[in-house]
């Protein structure tokens, strides 16, 4: 099977910083597009941002010039750097990716989410 696990969730201030990791594991023969969206309480999960195989990026326009995402390839994660945050960053941030098993289909999958608080 196969997982997604994100780390570096977290509190930070307005204005601070804080970079979310995502790492693909199991039985994997390619992974294609990734990203990362976010939920917050009382609201429907959106885009952040998301990246292709080659490295093609898309963002929500609420995060542009703040947040930056990137993958690996060789290591199957990808990150989401997050600057300038502010109180309505906060939420649950999921990675999200399409990812081929050795003679599957593609297959998108979420990890569990991590915890984003951005107060004073």
């Known amino acids: 099977q196969v997982q997604l696990v994100e780390s570096g969730g977290g509190s930070a201030q307005p204005g601070g910083s804080l970079k979310l990791s995502c790492a693909a594991s199991?039985?994997?023969?390619?992974?294609?597009?990734m990203g990362w969206y976010r939920q917050a309480p009382g609201k429907q999960r959106e885009l952040v941002a998301t990246?292709?195989?080659?490295?093609?990026?898309n963002y929500a326009d609420s995060v542009k010039g703040r947040f930056t995402i990137s993958r690996d390839n060789a290591k199957n994660t990808v990150d989401l750097q997050t600057n300038s945050l502010k109180p309505e960053d906060t939420a649950v941030y999921y990675c999200?990716?399409?990812?081929?098993?050795?003679?599957?289909?593609?297959?998108?999958?979420w990890g569990q989410g991590t915890q984003v608080t951005v107060s004073s």
């Open positions: 999200n990716a399409d990812i081929r098993r050795r003679l599957s289909p593609l297959v998108n999958y």
């Open positions: 199991g039985n994997i023969f390619s992974i294609e597009g």
């Open positions: 990246i292709s195989r080659l490295g093609t990026t």
